[in-house]
Protein backbone atom coordinates (compact mmCIF):
# COMPACT_ATOMS: atom_id res chain seq x y z
CA UNK A 1 0.00 0.00 0.00
CA UNK A 2 3.14 2.49 0.44
CA UNK A 3 2.81 3.01 -3.05
CA UNK A 4 -0.44 4.62 -2.47
CA UNK A 5 0.69 7.36 -0.61
CA UNK A 6 1.55 11.08 -1.14
CA UNK A 7 4.76 12.44 -1.35
CA UNK A 8 6.53 15.73 -0.47
CA UNK A 9 9.33 17.08 -2.70
CA UNK A 10 12.04 15.27 -0.40
CA UNK A 11 9.99 12.07 -1.06
CA UNK A 12 8.83 11.56 2.59
CA UNK A 13 6.12 8.78 2.26
CA UNK A 14 2.90 8.60 3.42
CA UNK A 15 1.14 5.86 4.33
CA UNK A 16 -2.57 6.13 2.41
CA UNK A 17 -4.14 3.88 5.83
CA UNK A 18 -3.30 6.78 8.09
CA UNK A 19 -5.81 8.91 6.40
CA UNK A 20 -9.69 9.06 5.32
CA UNK A 21 -11.11 9.48 2.25
CA UNK A 22 -11.85 13.18 1.90
CA UNK A 23 -7.96 13.25 2.74
CA UNK A 24 -7.32 10.60 0.15
CA UNK A 25 -9.54 12.38 -2.09
CA UNK A 26 -7.65 15.30 -2.42
CA UNK A 27 -4.14 14.14 -2.18
CA UNK A 28 -3.17 10.60 -2.41
CA UNK A 29 -1.01 9.67 -5.49
CA UNK A 30 0.02 13.40 -5.95
CA UNK A 31 3.83 12.96 -7.03
CA UNK A 32 5.35 16.79 -7.49
CA UNK A 33 8.38 17.40 -9.58
CA UNK A 34 11.51 19.53 -8.13
CA UNK A 35 9.32 22.55 -9.74
CA UNK A 36 7.04 22.59 -6.52
CA UNK A 37 3.72 22.99 -8.37
CA UNK A 38 0.46 22.55 -6.16
CA UNK A 39 -1.60 20.95 -8.80
CA UNK A 40 -1.01 18.11 -10.27
CA UNK A 41 1.36 18.38 -13.13
CA UNK A 42 -0.11 16.93 -16.94
CA UNK A 43 2.20 14.29 -19.20
CA UNK A 44 0.79 14.75 -22.46
CA UNK A 45 3.29 12.71 -24.08
CA UNK A 46 3.59 9.58 -26.14
CA UNK A 47 6.67 7.37 -25.45
CA UNK A 48 9.46 8.56 -22.78
CA UNK A 49 12.96 9.24 -24.10
CA UNK A 50 16.13 7.02 -22.38
CA UNK A 51 19.49 8.50 -21.31
CA UNK A 52 21.38 5.84 -23.37
CA UNK A 53 20.99 3.03 -25.39
CA UNK A 54 21.76 0.55 -22.06
CA UNK A 55 18.97 2.51 -20.27
CA UNK A 56 16.97 1.19 -22.92
CA UNK A 57 17.28 -2.03 -23.27
CA UNK A 58 16.70 -2.55 -19.41
CA UNK A 59 13.58 -0.18 -19.57
CA UNK A 60 12.59 -3.09 -22.52
CA UNK A 61 13.29 -6.13 -20.68
CA UNK A 62 11.83 -5.04 -17.52
CA UNK A 63 15.20 -4.81 -15.83
CA UNK A 64 15.03 -1.40 -14.76
CA UNK A 65 11.46 0.18 -13.97
CA UNK A 66 10.30 3.42 -16.14
CA UNK A 67 8.17 4.65 -18.48
CA UNK A 68 8.55 3.91 -22.18
CA UNK A 69 5.38 4.22 -24.17
CA UNK A 70 1.91 5.86 -22.91
CA UNK A 71 -0.01 2.70 -24.11
CA UNK A 72 2.16 1.19 -21.08
CA UNK A 73 2.56 3.94 -18.20
CA UNK A 74 2.42 7.58 -18.14
CA UNK A 75 2.86 9.85 -14.58
CA UNK A 76 -0.97 11.51 -15.16
CA UNK A 77 -2.02 8.10 -15.47
CA UNK A 78 -0.43 6.85 -12.80
CA UNK A 79 -1.32 9.65 -10.05
CA UNK A 80 -5.39 8.99 -11.10
CA UNK A 81 -4.64 4.65 -10.53
CA UNK A 82 -2.82 5.49 -7.25
CA UNK A 83 -5.84 8.20 -5.93
CA UNK A 84 -8.57 5.57 -6.81
CA UNK A 85 -6.55 2.86 -5.28
CA UNK A 86 -6.13 4.48 -1.77
CA UNK A 87 -9.58 5.31 -1.95
CA UNK A 88 -11.12 1.82 -2.64
CA UNK A 89 -8.52 0.55 -0.20
CA UNK A 90 -6.97 -1.98 -2.79
CA UNK A 91 -3.56 -2.87 -4.00
CA UNK A 92 -3.52 -1.26 -7.27
CA UNK A 93 -5.32 0.36 -9.84
CA UNK A 94 -5.49 0.36 -13.37
CA UNK A 95 -7.40 2.85 -15.41
CA UNK A 96 -8.92 2.15 -18.68
CA UNK A 97 -10.12 4.55 -21.91
CA UNK A 98 -13.45 3.47 -20.82
CA UNK A 99 -16.00 2.05 -18.19
CA UNK A 100 -16.64 -0.54 -20.44
CA UNK A 101 -12.92 -0.62 -21.82
CA UNK A 102 -12.55 -1.34 -17.70
CA UNK A 103 -14.97 -4.55 -18.12
CA UNK A 104 -13.50 -5.73 -21.11
CA UNK A 105 -9.82 -5.68 -19.92
CA UNK A 106 -10.85 -7.56 -17.03
CA UNK A 107 -12.41 -10.08 -18.44
CA UNK A 108 -9.79 -10.86 -21.19
CA UNK A 109 -7.16 -10.75 -18.92
CA UNK A 110 -8.88 -12.98 -15.92
CA UNK A 111 -10.96 -15.47 -17.88
CA UNK A 112 -10.24 -18.35 -21.22
CA UNK A 113 -12.12 -20.38 -23.09
CA UNK A 114 -14.53 -22.53 -20.96
CA UNK A 115 -14.75 -20.50 -18.45
CA UNK A 116 -18.41 -19.67 -16.76
CA UNK A 117 -19.30 -15.66 -15.56
CA UNK A 118 -22.55 -15.59 -12.89
CA UNK A 119 -23.96 -12.07 -13.64
CA UNK A 120 -26.50 -9.65 -12.46
CA UNK A 121 -29.26 -8.87 -14.78
CA UNK A 122 -29.65 -5.59 -13.52
CA UNK A 123 -26.76 -4.39 -14.78
CA UNK A 124 -25.32 -1.89 -17.61
CA UNK A 125 -27.05 -2.86 -20.45
CA UNK A 126 -23.74 -2.96 -22.78
CA UNK A 127 -22.04 -4.74 -19.85
CA UNK A 128 -24.98 -7.78 -20.49
CA UNK A 129 -24.27 -6.98 -24.73
CA UNK A 130 -20.46 -7.45 -23.94
CA UNK A 131 -20.77 -10.57 -21.79
CA UNK A 132 -24.02 -12.47 -23.90
CA UNK A 133 -22.63 -11.24 -27.66
CA UNK A 134 -19.40 -10.96 -27.82
CA UNK A 135 -17.41 -12.76 -24.92
CA UNK A 136 -19.23 -15.66 -25.94
CA UNK A 137 -17.60 -15.80 -28.99
CA UNK A 138 -14.38 -16.39 -27.10
CA UNK A 139 -16.07 -19.47 -25.45
CA UNK A 140 -16.95 -17.44 -22.09
CA UNK A 141 -20.15 -18.28 -20.91
CA UNK A 142 -22.42 -16.16 -18.53
CA UNK A 143 -25.68 -16.72 -16.98
CA UNK A 144 -27.87 -13.54 -15.74
CA UNK A 145 -29.90 -13.99 -12.38
CA UNK A 146 -31.61 -11.53 -10.23
CA UNK A 147 -29.24 -9.72 -7.83
CA UNK A 148 -30.92 -9.16 -5.03
CA UNK A 149 -32.07 -13.30 -4.82
CA UNK A 150 -29.03 -15.16 -2.92
CA UNK A 151 -30.20 -18.19 -3.92
CA UNK A 152 -30.40 -17.64 -7.33
CA UNK A 153 -26.69 -16.28 -7.14
CA UNK A 154 -25.54 -19.94 -5.48
CA UNK A 155 -27.97 -21.83 -8.27
CA UNK A 156 -26.34 -20.65 -11.10
CA UNK A 157 -22.76 -21.51 -10.01
CA UNK A 158 -20.64 -23.75 -12.27
CA UNK A 159 -17.65 -25.88 -11.49
CA UNK A 160 -15.81 -23.70 -14.39
CA UNK A 161 -17.29 -20.40 -12.57
CA UNK A 162 -14.94 -18.37 -12.49
CA UNK A 163 -16.66 -14.55 -12.10
CA UNK A 164 -19.74 -12.87 -10.12
CA UNK A 165 -20.28 -9.57 -11.54
CA UNK A 166 -22.64 -7.30 -9.91
CA UNK A 167 -23.88 -3.55 -9.88
CA UNK A 168 -25.07 -2.23 -6.72
CA UNK A 169 -27.23 0.22 -6.47
CA UNK A 170 -28.40 -0.84 -9.75
CA UNK A 171 -29.99 1.06 -12.53
CA UNK A 172 -33.14 2.51 -12.85
CA UNK A 173 -34.63 0.98 -9.90
CA UNK A 174 -32.19 0.99 -7.22
CA UNK A 175 -32.10 -2.71 -6.30
CA UNK A 176 -29.93 -3.72 -3.84
CA UNK A 177 -27.10 -6.54 -3.41
CA UNK A 178 -25.54 -7.86 -0.44
CA UNK A 179 -22.10 -7.50 -1.38
CA UNK A 180 -20.64 -9.30 1.42
CA UNK A 181 -23.60 -12.32 0.99
CA UNK A 182 -22.15 -12.59 -2.40
CA UNK A 183 -18.79 -11.94 -2.23
CA UNK A 184 -19.33 -15.48 0.65
CA UNK A 185 -21.05 -17.44 -2.02
CA UNK A 186 -18.01 -16.78 -5.12
CA UNK A 187 -15.23 -17.42 -2.43
CA UNK A 188 -16.71 -20.66 -1.24
CA UNK A 189 -16.19 -21.96 -4.83
CA UNK A 190 -13.31 -20.30 -5.61
CA UNK A 191 -14.28 -17.37 -7.86
CA UNK A 192 -13.86 -13.87 -7.39
CA UNK A 193 -16.57 -11.30 -7.38
CA UNK A 194 -16.48 -8.31 -9.38
CA UNK A 195 -18.63 -5.12 -8.38
CA UNK A 196 -19.58 -1.93 -10.49
CA UNK A 197 -19.16 0.32 -8.06
CA UNK A 198 -20.24 3.59 -10.73
CA UNK A 199 -22.97 4.19 -8.63
CA UNK A 200 -22.55 5.33 -5.11
CA UNK A 201 -18.07 6.04 -6.00
CA UNK A 202 -15.50 5.18 -2.97
CA UNK A 203 -16.81 8.13 -1.10
CA UNK A 204 -19.80 6.03 -0.13
CA UNK A 205 -19.19 2.41 -0.91
CA UNK A 206 -15.79 0.42 -0.72
CA UNK A 207 -16.68 -3.04 -2.06
CA UNK A 208 -13.28 -4.45 -1.63
CA UNK A 209 -13.53 -3.68 2.35
CA UNK A 210 -16.58 -6.29 2.18
CA UNK A 211 -15.33 -8.61 0.33
CA UNK A 212 -15.49 -8.26 -3.61
CA UNK A 213 -11.92 -9.02 -5.12
CA UNK A 214 -12.22 -6.23 -8.04
CA UNK A 215 -14.26 -2.98 -8.12
CA UNK A 216 -14.68 -1.69 -11.46
CA UNK A 217 -16.10 1.69 -12.51
CA UNK A 218 -16.82 4.00 -14.76
CA UNK A 219 -15.05 7.61 -14.19
CA UNK A 220 -17.43 9.18 -17.18
CA UNK A 221 -20.25 9.66 -14.01
CA UNK A 222 -19.49 10.71 -10.71
CA UNK A 223 -15.76 10.32 -10.69
CA UNK A 224 -15.33 13.10 -13.16
CA UNK A 225 -18.45 14.67 -12.23
CA UNK A 226 -19.31 17.50 -14.64
CA UNK A 227 -19.45 15.26 -17.84
CA UNK A 228 -16.29 16.17 -19.44
CA UNK A 229 -14.47 12.92 -20.23
CA UNK A 230 -15.17 9.13 -20.90
CA UNK A 231 -12.84 6.84 -18.81
CA UNK A 232 -12.60 3.78 -16.79
CA UNK A 233 -10.77 2.29 -13.71
CA UNK A 234 -10.32 -1.20 -11.97
CA UNK A 235 -9.15 -1.75 -8.45
CA UNK A 236 -8.24 -4.87 -7.12
CA UNK A 237 -5.10 -7.15 -5.93
CA UNK A 238 -1.29 -6.68 -7.08
CA UNK A 239 -1.57 -10.04 -8.82
CA UNK A 240 -5.04 -9.44 -10.46
CA UNK A 241 -4.13 -6.32 -11.80
CA UNK A 242 -0.99 -7.12 -13.10
CA UNK A 243 -2.73 -9.86 -15.51
CA UNK A 244 -4.99 -6.60 -16.43
CA UNK A 245 -1.77 -4.39 -17.36
CA UNK A 246 -0.81 -6.96 -19.13
CA UNK A 247 -3.28 -7.21 -21.52
CA UNK A 248 -3.85 -3.26 -21.77
CA UNK A 249 -0.35 -2.55 -22.86
CA UNK A 250 -1.03 -5.30 -25.47
CA UNK A 251 -4.61 -4.59 -26.56
CA UNK A 252 -4.23 -0.67 -25.47
CA UNK A 253 -7.70 0.03 -23.80
CA UNK A 254 -5.49 2.48 -22.08
CA UNK A 255 -6.31 5.64 -20.36
CA UNK A 256 -5.19 9.11 -22.45
CA UNK A 257 -3.00 11.51 -19.97
CA UNK A 258 -5.11 14.59 -20.28
CA UNK A 259 -8.59 12.74 -18.90
CA UNK A 260 -6.53 11.02 -16.30
CA UNK A 261 -5.85 14.67 -15.04
CA UNK A 262 -9.73 15.66 -15.19
CA UNK A 263 -10.51 13.11 -13.34
CA UNK A 264 -8.15 13.60 -10.81
CA UNK A 265 -9.53 17.01 -10.51
CA UNK A 266 -13.19 15.69 -10.27
CA UNK A 267 -11.63 12.89 -7.60
CA UNK A 268 -10.66 16.12 -5.47
CA UNK A 269 -14.36 17.53 -5.28
CA UNK A 270 -15.94 13.90 -5.18
CA UNK A 271 -16.69 13.52 -1.53
CA UNK A 272 -18.14 16.47 -1.09
CA UNK A 273 -20.24 16.12 -4.71
CA UNK A 274 -21.66 12.50 -3.06
CA UNK A 275 -22.92 13.97 0.01
CA UNK A 276 -24.42 16.97 -1.74
CA UNK A 277 -26.22 14.31 -4.57
CA UNK A 278 -27.31 12.42 -1.91
CA UNK A 279 -28.90 14.76 0.41
CA UNK A 280 -30.72 16.35 -2.44
CA UNK A 281 -31.60 13.23 -3.79
CA UNK A 282 -32.94 11.99 -0.64
CA UNK A 283 -34.91 15.28 -0.15
CA UNK A 284 -36.49 14.60 -3.76
CA UNK A 285 -37.43 11.07 -3.57
CA UNK A 286 -39.52 11.89 0.09
CA UNK A 287 -40.89 14.99 -1.76
CA UNK A 288 -42.06 12.96 -4.48
CA UNK A 289 -43.61 10.07 -2.47
CA UNK A 290 -46.37 13.06 -1.33
CA UNK A 291 -46.94 14.57 -4.68
CA UNK A 292 -50.15 13.63 -6.52
CA UNK A 293 -49.87 11.67 -9.96
CA UNK A 294 -46.62 10.15 -8.75
CA UNK A 295 -47.56 5.83 -8.41
CA UNK A 296 -44.10 4.78 -6.68
CA UNK A 297 -40.67 6.11 -6.02
CA UNK A 298 -37.66 4.03 -6.13
CA UNK A 299 -34.85 4.93 -3.96
CA UNK A 300 -32.50 2.80 -1.17
CA UNK A 301 -32.86 6.22 1.19
CA UNK A 302 -36.32 5.74 1.49
CA UNK A 303 -37.73 3.76 4.08
CA UNK A 304 -40.16 2.24 1.90
CA UNK A 305 -37.42 0.52 -0.30
CA UNK A 306 -37.63 -2.91 0.51
CA UNK A 307 -33.39 -3.04 1.00
CA UNK A 308 -33.24 -0.18 3.33
CA UNK A 309 -31.74 -1.43 6.03
CA UNK A 310 -29.21 -3.34 3.45
CA UNK A 311 -28.11 0.10 2.28
CA UNK A 312 -27.73 1.66 5.90
CA UNK A 313 -25.46 -1.54 6.94
CA UNK A 314 -23.16 -1.60 3.11
CA UNK A 315 -23.12 2.19 2.21
CA UNK A 316 -21.86 5.35 3.68
CA UNK A 317 -24.92 7.26 1.45
CA UNK A 318 -27.38 6.63 -0.76
CA UNK A 319 -26.59 8.19 -4.01
CA UNK A 320 -27.79 10.56 -6.42
CA UNK A 321 -29.78 8.50 -8.63
CA UNK A 322 -33.41 7.87 -7.74
CA UNK A 323 -36.81 6.95 -10.68
CA UNK A 324 -40.56 7.12 -10.08
CA UNK A 325 -43.71 6.00 -12.00
CA UNK A 326 -46.08 8.59 -12.93
CA UNK A 327 -49.82 7.73 -12.78
CA UNK A 328 -50.47 6.51 -16.47
CA UNK A 329 -48.45 4.90 -19.60
CA UNK A 330 -45.57 5.75 -22.17
CA UNK A 331 -47.37 9.30 -23.39
CA UNK A 332 -47.51 10.81 -19.30
CA UNK A 333 -44.05 10.19 -18.98
CA UNK A 334 -42.87 11.56 -22.12
CA UNK A 335 -45.01 14.85 -20.91
CA UNK A 336 -43.50 15.06 -17.57
CA UNK A 337 -40.55 15.14 -19.30
CA UNK A 338 -41.17 16.88 -21.96
CA UNK A 339 -42.51 19.57 -19.68
CA UNK A 340 -39.36 20.55 -16.94
CA UNK A 341 -37.45 23.52 -18.30
CA UNK A 342 -34.15 23.16 -16.26
CA UNK A 343 -33.40 19.14 -16.41
CA UNK A 344 -31.09 18.05 -19.11
CA UNK A 345 -32.73 15.34 -21.07
CA UNK A 346 -29.99 13.09 -21.38
CA UNK A 347 -29.07 9.60 -20.88
CA UNK A 348 -25.77 10.66 -18.57
CA UNK A 349 -25.73 10.65 -15.15
CA UNK A 350 -23.29 11.84 -12.37
CA UNK A 351 -22.96 15.14 -13.24
CA UNK A 352 -23.06 18.60 -11.49
CA UNK A 353 -25.93 19.22 -14.06
CA UNK A 354 -29.38 17.51 -12.98
CA UNK A 355 -30.06 14.67 -15.27
CA UNK A 356 -33.80 13.06 -16.52
CA UNK A 357 -34.19 9.57 -18.83
CA UNK A 358 -36.94 7.79 -19.69
CA UNK A 359 -35.58 4.30 -19.31
CA UNK A 360 -37.88 2.58 -21.66
CA UNK A 361 -36.94 4.00 -24.50
CA UNK A 362 -33.32 5.29 -23.94
CA UNK A 363 -31.05 3.36 -21.71
CA UNK A 364 -33.04 0.29 -21.88
CA UNK A 365 -34.94 0.78 -25.36
CA UNK A 366 -32.93 -2.25 -26.83
CA UNK A 367 -34.29 -4.84 -24.29
CA UNK A 368 -37.58 -6.80 -25.35
CA UNK A 369 -40.43 -5.49 -24.20
CA UNK A 370 -41.36 -8.91 -22.30
CA UNK A 371 -37.06 -8.83 -20.67
CA UNK A 372 -38.15 -5.15 -19.88
CA UNK A 373 -41.40 -5.93 -17.98
CA UNK A 374 -39.35 -8.54 -15.67
CA UNK A 375 -36.69 -6.45 -14.91
CA UNK A 376 -39.69 -4.19 -14.00
CA UNK A 377 -38.99 -1.38 -15.92
CA UNK A 378 -42.34 -0.16 -17.01
CA UNK A 379 -42.99 2.79 -19.32
CA UNK A 380 -43.98 5.05 -17.06
CA UNK A 381 -40.60 4.65 -15.12
CA UNK A 382 -38.55 8.30 -14.85
CA UNK A 383 -34.83 8.51 -13.98
CA UNK A 384 -33.27 11.27 -12.23
CA UNK A 385 -30.02 11.90 -11.59
CA UNK A 386 -30.16 14.40 -9.39
CA UNK A 387 -27.47 17.36 -9.58
CA UNK A 388 -26.14 20.10 -7.58
CA UNK A 389 -28.53 22.58 -8.35
CA UNK A 390 -30.60 24.29 -5.32
CA UNK A 391 -33.19 22.02 -4.15
CA UNK A 392 -36.23 24.71 -4.59
CA UNK A 393 -35.13 24.95 -8.10
CA UNK A 394 -35.38 21.53 -9.12
CA UNK A 395 -38.60 20.91 -7.32
CA UNK A 396 -40.49 23.78 -8.87
CA UNK A 397 -38.99 22.44 -12.53
CA UNK A 398 -40.53 18.89 -11.18
CA UNK A 399 -43.38 20.90 -10.15
CA UNK A 400 -43.62 21.56 -13.87
CA UNK A 401 -43.80 18.05 -15.22
CA UNK A 402 -46.35 17.12 -12.24
CA UNK A 403 -48.62 19.54 -13.75
CA UNK A 404 -48.45 18.22 -17.13
CA UNK A 405 -49.69 14.83 -16.54
C1 LIG B 1 -21.82 4.28 -17.87
C2 LIG B 1 -21.69 3.02 -17.14
C3 LIG B 1 -20.81 2.01 -17.58
C4 LIG B 1 -20.01 2.14 -18.85
O1 LIG B 1 -19.06 3.14 -18.76
P1 LIG B 1 -18.50 3.97 -20.02
O2 LIG B 1 -17.53 4.90 -19.40
O3 LIG B 1 -19.69 4.65 -20.65
O4 LIG B 1 -17.89 2.99 -20.95
C5 LIG B 1 -20.70 0.87 -16.81
N1 LIG B 1 -21.40 0.71 -15.68
C6 LIG B 1 -22.27 1.65 -15.24
C7 LIG B 1 -23.03 1.41 -13.98
C8 LIG B 1 -22.44 2.82 -15.95
O5 LIG B 1 -23.32 3.74 -15.51
Request: proline content about 5%; some cysteine.
Amino acid sequence: MANNGFERPQRVQFDAQDYQTDTLAVRAGQHRTDEGEHSDPIYPTSSFVFSSAREAAARFSGAEPGNIYSRFTNPTVRAFEQRMAALEQGERAVATSSGMAAVLSLALALLQQGDHVVCSRSVFGSTVSLFDKYLSRTGIRTSFVDPTDLAAWEAALEPQTKLLFLETPSNPLGELTDIRAVADIAHRHGAKLVVDNCFLSPALQKPLTLGADVVMHSATKYIDGQGRCVGGVLVGSDKDMEEVFGFLRTAGTTMSPFNAWVFLKGLETLPIRMRAHSESALALANWLEQQPGIKRVYYPGLLSHPQHPLALAQQAGFGGVLSFEVEGDREAAWRFIDATRMLSITANLGDVKSTITHPGTTTHGRMSPEARAAAGIGDNLIRLSVGLEDLQDLKGDLALGLAAL
